[in-house]
């Protein structure tokens, strides 16, 4: 996990394409939610909001 954001970091630096970080970091926390949500009691109301 730790070398796939070195490697964003590079790439962003190199290339100029900042913007790329805050939506990749927004996808990674939305799955992480997704992710920690399914066999939780919170569940049905987290679905509810996408």
């Known amino acids: ?3 796939f954001l070195i490697d964003l ?3 962003a630096r190199k290339h100029k394409k900042f913007w790329v970080i ?3 970091l927004i996808l990674m ?5 997704i992710l920690f949500t399914e066999s939780s009691v ?3 109301f ?5």
Do not use: D, N
């Open 9 to 11: 970091w590079r790439f």
């Open 42 to 44: 919170i569940s049905p």
């Open 46 to 50: 987290i679905y509810t909001l996408f």
């Open 22 to 24: 805050p939506i990749v």
């Open 1 to 3: 996990m730790l070398e």
């Open 29 to 33: 926390l939305v799955g992480g939610l």
